[in-house]
């Protein structure tokens, strides 16, 4: 039986529910009344209808203004998702390529054809660790032209069939391919790139330089973010492949992982245009929806809104509507006219979706038959071809016309003729509705294929088998590869407990190795921050102990006694500085992007740079106090000066002056001492580190921003400064120039835009939290800390103040002094303190008295500071104390 008789009985089966839903094929109106009544009513059915037509027509153009409105948010976000992920990938493969430069890396590879370790080997791990760290990757490894692992740092690479896949695109076109989004042995998602190296004189690619990514890192969180104050909004991630689309990311409303999901879109056939689509993870619900591709990936965006948020206000729309319609009481025969147009109107859809259905039931299956990757075939009660698919005639080596007229008992093996026969008579008796089982057919050459067949019934009208549906699977490889996979898989389990066991050892080896290398680089640079720091804070405390001694001698001359103690607090409020600015310089938090005046800045960090260089140079801060400001992160923008300050004292062996300048340029003309130009045009500001050394000749000035390029000696310089300061200020869209020569010293300049006044508005608003209201100044105040010299000291000065204090020296004191009952109307507390820190008694002194005003002092730059109103930096005064308290 072919697709035309199934269709027929498809079409039969409709009509008989369609006769069975509507007998006489429409509905039929109720007749009117006769009589004289006749004009009345029509008046009245007339006025009902031009309200209703009214009704409806606002209620169509509404409805339209809000479905338009939803498919445009919709398709922009999908859009600006996708121009995102664009964004960040094009960036990773500019990393790929610029790694896959990299002398070091060459050197390595070109090295690795001897008998002997490769030169380098050590220092290249080390180079691309810190890369990793920096650039946050999950891991990189070097691979050979063979596609063995030369060397690998962080992460767990395997070599799946995405990965083997770019490989060979990598190695084949010579340029970085792409890994595809999949999922590891250990339930891992991995991407990359694979960026071919060539060595110089040579004719081929030398190796792969392997970039792995964590999406959850970056990409998945990204998608998930709607830029819009929503509740079923999201972007879903999917790829093509030959029949669907799979789904890569998670949808928020999944309770599991749906990496690899099919994906059933409805969509137009256009790339940008709404649609409406359903998913299985929100069981039927229908959504908005909007795709846009990812531009050199083979990935595309999907954003959906569900109907029910898209159209919220479809409820008062519907009420306005009824409202009009209820003015009028004829609207009931009004409903009635509406109630035949709608049967009717349902009685066409049925009709459309009907024939809908049986035109792509048929599409489905043509396409099904003919292209599946299994043979299949539909045969007539007694066994005779009715229809074969090419893989089919594959399968048994004959055409079409070879097998039309003949029947499967012809090829079938004959001592399986039995149980295919027995099969084919079960399910036409009824007792089995199909079986499955494995059969033997001949070739016309000899040969004999091995098949696992699953044979189902075609039922006519009257319930006997019509025909038989017989799917074939060529199995015969597979068996022969099991039986030789039986025999060695012993031998292959040992193999693998071995090298497991192996594997194991040398990874806690490398990784032991580098521990002790971090941990080495970490004590090297608290060494060269640790002199200087000292030398100024002896200053300070000799300053401090002279001043007091003195007040000691003389404490009976008041303005002596003064002017001393005026002395020590300027020199507290100096070491105070110092540690801020330590501190600052010292933490480590995710990119973020403030306003930073930068005058102040570089004072500040002239401070620390004049105690950590040393005292053969001395550091010189020119700028102006009305420079325009810069919107950056400022570790980022501190770490870069810092490691162009060490690089300029490391060129001055006998010392000299550096000087950091900062002046307001602006961009459009190239500047005649650069070696490159911003890469756009407006207002920005060039901040250059001079120096007064020996300088670079043109080769090495060529080289000098590479990755892994030093001219210093093995072991003091990993090349990666100019590098990273490079990728910091295009990151933030400027550029580095760089300007030396021999014997004149050199200049490094970063070129950063300024703040505009939208980024500085944006900025601004971001960091803008709303004023808290205006507190009562507190009567009592529960004082909490573990020093007894400070608590002391800073109960003296608030009572000094006119506070009432109340003392504790840790916070189970000062809970238990809350829960006896004791009036406090204000909380003082230290945030370090053993058994409980500050934050954990704010937190819990709230619970106990719901609005009591709380004020924590520390030392730390980063405290997690969510249940306090106040942080204060010590050292601090009494007076900003009491300020902090409120007026």
């Not at 380098?120 to 490894?141: C, D, I, K, T």
């Not at 000087?659 to 490159?676: H, K, N």
Request: glycine letters at 10%; aromatic letters at 4%; charged letters at 20%.
């Amino acid at each position: 039986m072919d697709s035309s008789t199934t269709a027929d009985r498809i079409g039969q089966q409709a009509d008989g529910r369609a006769d069975r839903e509507f007998p006489s094929g429409r509905a039929e109106a109720p007749p009117l009344p006769s009589g004289r009544r006749w004009p009345l009513l029509l008046a009245i059915l007339l006025g009902s209808l031009a309200i209703g037509t009214a009704a409806a027509l606002a209620y169509r153009i509404s409805l339209d203004e809000l479905a338009q409105k939803a498919a445009r948010q919709v398709e922009a976000i999908a859009r600006l998702k996708a121009r995102g992920v664009m964004t960040w990938m094009e960036e990773r493969r500019q990393d790929a390529e610029l790694l896959g430069r990299s002398p070091l890396l060459v050197r390595f590879l070109a090295g690795h054809a001897g008998t002997a370790p490769p030169p380098g080997v050590e220092a290249l791990a080390q180079a691309l660790e810190a890369v990793r760290e920096v650039r946050h990757f999950r891991g990189l490894r070097v691979v050979s032209p063979t596609g063995a692992t030369l060397l690998a740092v962080g992460g767990r690479f395997e070599d799946s069939a995405d990965t083997r896949a770019a490989f060979h695109d990598a190695f084949a076109t010579r340029r970085t391919a792409l890994i595809n989004l999949h999922r590891q042995a250990d339930g891992s998602i991995h991407f990359g790139y694979a960026a071919p190296v060539a060595v110089p004189g040579g004719t081929g690619v030398a190796g792969l330089l392997q970039l792995d990514f964590d999406p959850e890192t970056f990409l998945f969180p990204y998608l998930r973010e709607w830029p819009l104050p929503t509740r079923t909004g999201e972007a879903l991630l999917w790829h093509y492949t030959a029949m669907d689309r799979v789904l890569l990311n998670r949808p928020t409303s999944a309770t599991t992982d749906a990496f690899g999901q099919r994906l059933p879109l409805n969509e137009r056939g256009q790339a940008s245009t709404t649609h409406a689509m359903v998913l299985p993870d929100y069981r039927g619900v229908r959504a908005l929806g909007a795709r846009a591709e990812i531009s050199g990936t083979p990935w595309s965006v999907a954003a959906k809104l569900d109907t029910a948020e898209a159209f919220a206000g479809i409820g008062t729309l519907v009420g306005v509507t009824v409202l009009m319609a209820a003015t009028v009481w004829a609207a009931l025969l009004g409903g009635v006219a509406v109630l035949w147009q709608r049967q009717r109107l349902a009685v066409a859809m049925a009709e459309i979706r009907r024939g809908e259905a049986l035109v792509a039931a048929e599409a489905r299956f043509r396409a099904t038959f003919e292209q599946a990757a299994v043979g299949m075939a539909n045969l007539g009660p007694d066994g005779a071809w009715l229809r074969v698919n090419g893989k089919l005639c594959a399968i048994l080596g004959r055409g079409q016309a070879e097998l039309a007229g003949g029947r499967i008992q012809d090829v079938t093996h004959p001592d399986d003729l039995r149980a295919c026969e027995g099969c084919m008579r079960a399910i036409a008796a009824g007792a089995r509705d199909g079986c499955s089982l494995p059969l033997r057919y001949l070739r016309p050459d000899g040969g004999i294929v091995v098949a696992d067949v699953t044979i189902s019934p075609l039922r006519g009208s009257g319930g006997a088998p019509a025909s038989f549906v017989f799917v074939i699977v060529d199995v015969t490889a597979r068996r022969q590869m099991e039986a030789a996979l039986s025999e060695s898989r012993a031998s292959l389990a040992e193999l693998n407990r071995r090298l497991e066991e192996r594997v194991l050892q040398e990874v806690a080896a490398r990784e032991a190795a580098q521990e002790r290398a971090r941990h080495a680089q970490h004590m090297q640079a608290l060494g060269q921050v640790a002199g200087g720091v000292a030398h100024e804070f002896n200053n300070i405390l000799q300053a401090v102990s002279g001043a007091l001694a003195l007040i000691l001698r003389h404490p009976a001359d008041t303005a002596r006694v003064r002017h001393w103690a005026d002395l020590t607090e300027t020199a507290t409020r100096r070491g105070s500085i110092v540690t801020s600015r330590l501190l600052a310089f010292a933490r480590r938090a995710p990119f973020r992007v403030e306003r930073i005046e930068v005058a102040p800045m570089l004072r500040g960090l002239g401070e620390i740079l004049a105690h950590t260089l040393g005292g053969r140079v001395k550091v010189r801060i020119e700028a102006a106090p009305d420079l325009p400001a810069l919107a950056t992160d400022r570790a980022e923008l501190e770490t870069a000066l810092v490691n162009l300050a060490t690089n300029g004292r490391d060129a001055m062996a006998e010392g000299g002056t550096l000087t950091i300048a900062a002046i307001g340029v602006e961009a459009g003309a190239e500047p005649p001492e650069a070696a490159a130009t911003p890469p756009r045009s407006g207002r920005f500001i060039r901040i250059s580190v001079s120096d007064e050394g020996s300088g670079m000749d043109a080769a090495t000035l060529a080289q000098a921003t590479e990755p892994f390029f030093t001219t210093k000696p093995p072991g003091q310089g990993s090349g990666l400064g100019l590098s990273m300061a490079k990728g910091f200020a295009e990151q933030n869209g400027g550029a580095l120039t760089l300007r030396s020569a021999p014997g004149e010293g050199s200049t490094v300049a970063l070129w950063l835009p300024a703040a505009e006044a939208v980024a500085e508005a944006r900025l601004a608003g971001a960091g803008a939290a709303p004023g808290p209201a205006v507190p009562v100044r507190p009567g009592r105040i529960l004082l909490v800390d573990d020093e007894a010299m400070l608590r002391d000291t800073l109960a003296a000065g608030l009572a000094d103040s006119g506070f009432s204090v109340l003392t504790a020296c840790g916070g189970p004191e000062a809970l238990a002094l809350l829960d006896q009952g004791e009036a406090v109307d204000a909380l003082i507390t230290d945030f370090s303190m053993p058994a409980m820190d500050g934050a954990t008694l704010a937190r819990q002194a709230r619970a106990l008295r719901p609005g009591l005003r709380t004020v924590i002092l520390t030392g730390h730059i980063d405290i997690d500071a969510a249940a306090v109103e106040t942080v204060l930096r010590k050292p601090a005064r009494v007076e900003e104390i009491v300020a902090a308290l409120g007026p």
